[in-house]
């Protein structure tokens, strides 16, 4: 079976190229990139840990979409490259530097413990969201840092939510405020994230979450503002749960 | 200056990080990866505690049955605090944020594992080490904690007997770095990624502090007691945690019969299945008779897992599986405090050997472990750095050498394929060390790693970048995996008895003059051999 696989070393050229690969052992793509390092070509490099899907190291896209290179089967011809919105440091290994910052300005942590009892249901509120991996798919896929670098995105703000949700909590409002610059009202809606996510988890819910928490905590809707500067329709939504009509659900991406 | 030096960023790591800043100290994690790409996420089943609420438990029977599990190895006083302090731990983890999964009284809920009397395994569903290794990262964000992520170590500096720092190679640079502490934790892991291809573990766990801990002259210890899973996907190694025969799920054979109780000890149940594999037989794990919901709501990332990696549904087909090398219960030996045999150098989480496990580990104790073992690091290191003076941060021998080695490789051509000798060196584990052990086989396998380590000059590379080069930092882990398989087959051999995990067809028994720990320490560029008598 064939793969192409786009290569990056700065030391050798500036510019990332394609190279054809022949792989005999091809049920993931981890798999095939294994064999070609091992057998074919010590140079290759990525990023990987437990095959099993949960570590998150070895996100990479296979022609166009994100995935995990441990859960995805190789078809013939595929083109696999490294993440987008983060600076290619090697092949598919990408400076993953951000990821620290975003949590750290989302404040996506347990800040006062508050006195409630947590019951089951709760636990479930919380569920979904803290199985996030951290793979960084979903931010590869968002398309707001071609114009906002700094945007928290999905991953943060689904953690932000997480931790919004806990009822362990008390201050959940420190969150909430830390969202409201390059965060909440930044996101276009556009569901990559929620596409690309191999959790099944549903960072362009939880932001809509997150806006609907903010407006209720007396922040400004800034969705709605943009809104009403851009149309004059007399279109009334009436009360705003951060739903932007000319936004939505974008299957096909960009 | 750093006061605490930690090295390794998995759930035992960042729990240490957590700890020694409480106590005020400045803390550096290095770590060779990220920390949530730690072989912690991968535990899924849980961590025990008797809690106030356990029903039908005590701290007693705790304490028995991981005594009873540790096959006499165990040391009496640290599973005394280890069972007794449990709560405690689940607490401060519930208290920081770790979402326990909850029964319907609204109290943490309960499985129970094999080994064990009663439900005493708490968990997050079936993601328990991934949940709690997110919270620990979270919270060392929330602390400052200082990350240097993808820096590989390299070797501990020693200077009169004392752990005075770590040289480390800066994976995206190539550069070997120098970083001088008051005291340093390691918190690396476990080595049953040795056993590749034969292993639940991921990539990364290749025993690299434990091997350095041994070349700057610390004690090792147990080397030989290697825990196989009993289920892990067939063929391709993935694990299927116990929490699914802890929730009713069974064991059967080609006919379809239950073939031994799936709850009895680890050791006693992967044997059983191996049997059954050397007689030509399959061995399968049902749990179609628990119903799609239970599966949902106990074991959702085990069920995804059987259908991505198998293209099966656990709630209908029987599931084929095989035992893979999972947990090494051998390490740097430590005492209640944390602290190995070299002053100012800790080790806490599977890279240790802190007499908790013994020959057999019980489920569910492994997280517990970390957590507490983790915390008394964290402290003591912070609390002797205050007692230690200022080191001078001046180029120690072991910078120059190892600078001068890291140069020189790039210049070295390969003449042996490495990634080749690491897939046979996880076959000949595999094979000759691993549930069933002899004499015969055992040797000729010894023999064969001495030949592998004398050919280690041998290796170069043949990528000569300097960024990024994992073939390097591929080659430093390979180093390190033959030097501890070199001590798990000595340590064996000299075992020649039968014992928990470790089992020889040749000394079927367990034999009382072996109620001892293995140590094994470096003397004269050569590894030494001693049983000493549990403290």
Not at chain 2, 21 to 42: D, R
Not at chain 2, 107 to 127: E, H, L, M, P
Not at chain 2, 269 to 284: H, L, P, Q, S, T
Request: proline residues 2%; glycine residues 6%; charged residues 25%.
């Amino acid at each position: 079976m064939k793969i192409k696989i786009k290569r990056f070393d700065l030391e050798k050229n500036p510019h990332q190229k394609t190279e054809e690969f022949k792989v005999t052992h091809n049920e993931t793509i981890l798999d095939s990139l294994i064999e070609i390092k091992t057998q074919q070509d010590n140079t290759l490099t990525y990023r990987c840990g437990c095959r099993t899907g949960v570590c998150g190291s070895c996100a990479i896209k296979v022609n166009g979409v994100e995935k995990l290179a441990c859960k995805t089967q190789l078809n013939e011809n595929d083109l696999i490259e490294a993440i987008n919105n983060s600076k290619v440091l090697r092949d598919l290994v990408v400076d993953l530097s951000h990821e620290e910052k975003f949590l750290k300005n989302s404040k996506t942590y347990l800040k006062k413990q508050s006195n409630e009892k947590v019951t089951s249901k709760d636990v479930k509120l919380i569920d979904v969201q803290s199985n996030c991996i951290l793979c960084q798919n979903c931010f590869s896929s968002c398309p707001v840092y071609e114009v906002n670098k700094e945007f928290l995105g999905p991953y943060a703000l689904t953690r932000a939510l997480r931790y919004v949700n806990d009822k362990k909590e008390a201050n959940t409002l420190d969150i909430i405020n830390s969202i409201q610059d390059n965060g909440v009202w930044d996101c276009t809606l556009c569901g990559n994230c929620t596409l690309v996510c191999p959790q099944f988890i549903d960072p362009k819910t939880d932001i809509m979450n997150l806006r609907m928490k903010s407006v209720q905590a007396g922040f400004e809707d800034k969705s709605f503002a943009q809104f009403n500067q851009g149309f004059d329709s007399g279109f009334d939504s009436g009360f705003d749960t951060g739903f932007n009509p000319s936004g939505g659900f974008n299957p096909n991406g960009f | 200056m750093i006061d605490v030096l930690i090295i390794g960023s998995g759930g035992a790591g960042l729990t240490a990080a957590l700890n020694a800043k409480k106590e005020g100290a400045k803390v550096l994690v290095v770590s060779k990866t990220y920390p949530t790409h730690s072989q912690t996420c991968q535990a899924q089943g849980g961590i025990n505690a008797v809690l106030k609420e356990t029903e039908n438990d005590s701290i007693q029977k705790y304490i028995e049955d991981t005594y009873k599990a540790s096959h006499k190895l165990g040391n009496k006083e640290y599973i005394n605090y280890f069972c007794s302090n449990s709560e405690n731990t689940i607490s401060w983890l519930d208290s920081i944020g770790v979402p326990f999964s909850k029964n319907i009284k609204d109290n943490i809920s309960q499985r129970k594992f094999g080994g064990t009397k009663a439900k005493r395994t708490c968990y997050s569903s079936d993601y328990t080490g991934l949940k709690i290794l997110h919270t620990l990262y979270d919270q060392c964000l929330k602390e400052n904690i200082e990350f240097y992520n993808e820096y590989q170590l390299l070797n501990l500096i020693i200077e009169n007997n004392k752990a005075i720092g770590i040289t480390a190679l800066d994976i995206e640079t190539s550069q070997v770095k120098q970083i001088k502490a008051k005291t340093i934790i390691l918190a690396t892991g476990g080595y049953a990624g040795l056993y590749y291809g034969f292993t639940t573990n991921s990539y990364s766990s290749t025993g690299d502090g434990i091997a350095s801990a041994l070349n700057a002259g610390a004690k090792i210890s147990n080397m030989e007691f290697m825990q196989f899973h009993p289920t892990a996907l067939e063929n391709k190694n993935i694990l299927i945690s116990e929490s699914a025969r802890g929730e009713g799920g069974y064991l059967v054979d080609n006919q379809g019969n239950r073939f031994i109780d799936e709850l009895k000890p680890r050791d006693e149940v992967a044997r059983a299945i191996y049997k059954k594999y050397e007689e030509g037989e399959k061995v399968y794990l049902d749990l179609r008779h628990l119903g799609l919901d239970k599966i949902n709501e106990a074991m959702p990332q085990e069920r995804r897992l059987v259908q991505e990696f198998m293209q099966l549904k656990m709630e209908k087909d029987l599931i084929p599986i095989n035992p893979s090398a999972h947990y090494s219960m051998g390490g740097i030996i430590t005492d209640i405090e944390a602290k190995s045999s070299i002053e100012n150098l800790y080790a806490c989480g599977e890279c240790s050997q802190s007499g908790i496990h013994g020959a057999n580990r019980l489920g569910g104790n492994s997280l517990l472990e970390i957590v507490t073992f983790g915390k008394i690091a964290g402290e003591n290191a912070a609390k002797k750095a205050k007692k230690v003076k200022i080191i001078e941060n001046t180029d120690s021998e072991q910078f120059l050498i190892d600078k001068n080695y890291i140069e020189g490789i790039f210049t070295k051509d390969s003449e042996i394929d490495f990634y080749k000798r690491k897939k046979e060196l996880g076959k000949l584990l595999f094979k000759n060390v691993g549930l069933f052990r002899e004499e015969k086989s055992m040797k000729n396998s010894l023999e064969k790693i001495l030949e592998w380590k004398k050919e280690l000059n041998l290796i170069g590379l043949n990528d000569k970048s300097k960024i990024f080069n994992k073939n390097l930092t591929d080659l430093i882990e390979y180093k390190n995996m033959i030097e501890l398989a070199h001590t798990i087959l000595i340590s064996a051999l000299n075992r020649q008895e039968s014992r928990g995990a470790h089992f020889r067809i040749d000394f079927k028994d367990e034999l009382e003059n072996y109620d001892k720990n293995s140590i094994l320490f470096l003397e004269n560029d050569s590894i030494h051999i001693k049983l000493e008598e549990i403290q």
